[in-house]
């Protein structure tokens, strides 16, 4: 690598607004980073992910494509 071209690469804390914490490097260039959202409060990692209705598109999904799986399988177990 050239010499005098590149970032400075130093330790960095991450700081969350949950208040977990952890260290990391970054040539960010402060001394500690804050989040709003990390992998200890995020909804999906957490598993209290909801799905948003607006306008009801889940439950005609359901409706549209559910049915046929379970018919499907409803079909196939009254043929046998």
Do not use: W
Request: hydrophobic share 30%.
């Amino acid at each position: 690598m050239k010499p005098n071209i590149h970032p400075e690469y130093k330790d960095v804390k991450v700081v969350c607004s949950c208040g977990s914490a952890f260290s990391t490097r970054s040539t960010l260039g402060k001394e500690q980073l804050l989040l709003e959202v990390c992998s200890v409060c995020h909804p999906f990692y957490t598993g209290t992910q909801k799905i948003v209705d607006t306008a009801g598109r889940v439950d005609r999904f359901r409706q549209k494509y559910g049915l046929r799986g379970k018919e499907a399988e409803a079909d196939k177990t009254d043929k046998k």
